[in-house]
């Protein structure tokens, strides 16, 4: 008994995927990923149209999909990420449905509350047997975690494997089991491990950065959470790992010992594991080699799912508990709102991620960014687009000050005490436009092209066209 | 933040718990459980009633149910096996509504499917943190595996967890996660270790089981299915443990690695890990401390889900893989319909748990089973409740020769030629009887005490009253 199918012509055959139907990608291989584009393809070439993608992130790898949303085989576009590359075409108006924006958290929940139904889930899947067994930890094209996927695989009411290392069954150490999975199909290579995981990620060297990054390590030591139990999510940028490298040693020197670090996990935050500053890592996506390495081989570093992560319509989710988070931004505007989703030039370039989720379940949401780049000023009156309400957010570090949201006034008064430059974040905009000038004004056309939908399922903006 | 909640009695209330509704329990602590009397105690004294109770299972520790019963607390029972404590009443008639009986696999699948749905499924839970977040693995009440309730932890309206072992924010190693738990509850016990696992699991010194293992290893080795990749279930009665000692003895006399064991796992299968007979365990409940020790420290000893192991409904469970089972039989009819549910007098005494599950998928399932036990035949020309249907069995092994069934005729060939006694099951029930003399003929009322569900939901049998 096996589920082994000979193609992806096949398996879409087997499916019974139609004209009209959904669907659904995972993004643990990133810009390596070769699975959304031969998947889509051969969806094409089968002649199948009027398609939803729901893919948990674009790449710039996926800038082919532009040929098939042109051709009309992709008419419907959900996630929660998305490059320039296939932005800046959607934001030029090619599609006639607005893209929808969720975060990493709503995301899953949405597929399981069936507000998104998924008819055909494809996981690439770095290591399958032939029952559907699969993992990311193993195989050329390891990835690490596979939490993104799961969702997908619980409830599309097709699920297809597709893997480049099919070993014998049982995969005893599988990630998504058997009894999810309908297919399995075999293929010379899913990725290209160049742009699955990062060799090493590496924390900045910029003196800006490291400003930043000093002055976020201060913000945390000082704002009454780092103690015994703390728990930690940071991204991948090169400050916000600096900023990592700077609390590792604060708690070293201190003897705190934290209880986890979240999220997308790098080689710092195994560091961090190795050197005590954590009892566990709970891990949603792996970024680099050394976290894969980790999450392999130490059990302390757990694979979790996207709605373990960050789901908002289940009992709890691990950013419920958390208490920092360090999340970047292209804009925030004075009532802290952050944008994520567009470019100075109003480009789709981003999204949420589990940007939003982070923020409201921290206690502490702190947004490292530059005062300006490329000249154009982080703080503005309103951001372009909000992709996570001011509520949310705790503190703006840049290196020209620190602006805390009046909302968070005990963390403000810390902040004073311990003598760190804060800044109201009307002053930091006008001390910020004193060096670059006063903004352009950005012009949009009357096409709505991408709906920013908030994890609680509301609408929080429309992204319009760029003319 | 924390989901734990004072007391029981509390918990009971935050719930909703309400008369008519659906309470469920699963049975990893065994004949130490203390939690489902604990909670059916405190759902009594809040005056609740009309209540169906599915547990997974039903030991000697849980005959205090007579009283709810009695009371009409529990008006509804489902489960896949009944020890005799409540057994002998049922099948005097005790109840209005006749319990029914499903299969390890098959009530997972029903609960999944909605077609028998809970409202607060109580997980007793030997290590949890504050957020929900358990594990079998650690603690005082170790069991192991939480196979079985992940059914009722995924699909519950309400999920409570019971535990004494509460450990600090996260529990890493979760089997169980916090994204489906509602409410924590601390208490002083949750079961009796002597209960919950064997010390060890015993092998039989009993001569008539020393040859029946012998008979059932030689089945094996001569089945055909004996090679690299061979995969294998054994219970824990002494003469199935023996003949996985012999297995174990021919496998590495020949240099077989199999694929996996799998099912209820006992020390004599971790040993069988350990010398190289297997790749892996894939493990739904442990039954002694060597297997709660090997499934917290190899990961080669996997837990796996009740769906996972056995479950009809989805695209493919590990039963559908397995080669080789060995079950046990109170009757076994000459069509090799397999009765498990009732003793020699009628009275309900045990279920399919995994039997029919296992018989269904494995490519060779044997019986092992002594031609009578207290001068009463095993062999019978109908058995008093079809618990698994003869289709699925291929051989009965037991001191006075091996039966195969007629479907088998491949099988009965390979084991001819080996040199193993064969006998007709016509032949070999009238060797026994003429030891024996013929079984008297039981009397039943006409009142249904209980139904047999077949794992894909349909009525296999119905069990009635004894008079």
Chains 1, 2 share one sequence.
Request: with cysteine.
């Amino acid at each position: 008994m096996s589920k082994v199918v000979n193609s992806l012509k096949e398996v879409i055959a087997l499916s019974g995927l139609k004209d009209g139907m959904t669907v659904s990608f995972h993004h643990h291989l990133r810009n390596g990923d070769y699975v959304l584009n031969m998947v889509m393809d051969t969806i094409a070439q089968a002649g199948i149209r009027d398609l939803t993608v729901n893919a948990s992130s674009f790449f710039d790898v996926h800038t082919p999909m532009l040929e098939h949303i042109k051709n009309r085989v992709v008419t419907h576009i959900l996630t929660d990420y998305m490059a320039s590359g296939l932005g800046r075409e959607i934001s030029r108006g090619i599609m006639d449905t607005p893209v929808q924006f969720r975060t990493h958290g709503g995301r899953p929940s949405d597929i399981a509350l069936g507000r998104t139904p998924v008819d055909v889930a494809f996981i690439a899947a770095p290591t399958a047997d032939p029952m559907g067994n699969c993992s990311g930890k193993y195989g050329p094209s390891a990835c690490g975690s596979l939490g993104y996927a799961f969702a997908d695989a619980m409830y599309a009411k097709k699920v297809v494997v597709i893997t480049d290392n099919l070993v014998p069954y049982p995969l005893a150490d599988f990630s998504i089991s058997e009894d999810y999975v309908d297919y399995v199909v075999q293929v010379d290579a899913i990725g290209n491990p160049k742009g699955i995981v990062s060799g090493t990620t590496q924390i900045t060297r910029d003196p800006v950065g490291l400003v930043m990054a000093s002055y976020a390590a201060k913000v945390i030591e000082n704002s009454g959470l780092l103690k015994d139990g703390f728990s930690f999510q940071t991204g991948a940028g090169g400050a916000s790992l600096a900023a990592a490298k700077f609390l590792k040693e604060i708690m070293l020197r201190d003897g705190i010992q934290g209880s986890y670090g979240l999220g997308g996990i790098t080689g710092y935050m195994v560091d961090m594991l190795e050197a005590g500053c954590f009892r566990s890592l709970l891990d949603v996506q792996c970024f680099d080699l050394k976290a894969v390495e980790s999450i392999r081989s130490d059990p302390r570093h757990r694979e979790i799912t996207a709605l373990h992560y960050a789901g908002p319509s289940v009992p709890s989710a691990v950013v419920d508990s958390l208490d920092v988070v360090i999340l970047g931004a292209t804009e925030i505007d004075t009532d802290f709102n952050v944008n994520v989703h567009t470019d100075s030039n109003g480009f789709i370039m981003g999204g949420s991620g589990g940007h939003s989720d982070a923020a409201a379940g921290s206690k502490l949401c702190m947004i490292i960014a530059p005062m300006f780049r490329a000249r154009l000023p982080i703080v503005t009156d309103h951001v372009t687009c909000v992709s996570t309400p001011g509520k949310d957010i705790d503190v703006l570090v840049t290196q020209g000050g620190i602006a805390v949201n009046p909302k968070n006034a005990e963390l403000k008064q810390r902040l004073v005490k311990a003598g760190l430059p804060i800044v109201d974040i009307h002053e930091l905009k006008e001390k910020t436009e004193r060096i670059t000038g006063a903004p352009r004004h950005l012009q949009f056309g009357d096409k709505a092209v991408a709906e920013v939908i908030y994890r609680d399922g509301t609408k929080l903006d429309t992204i319009y066209n760029v003319i």
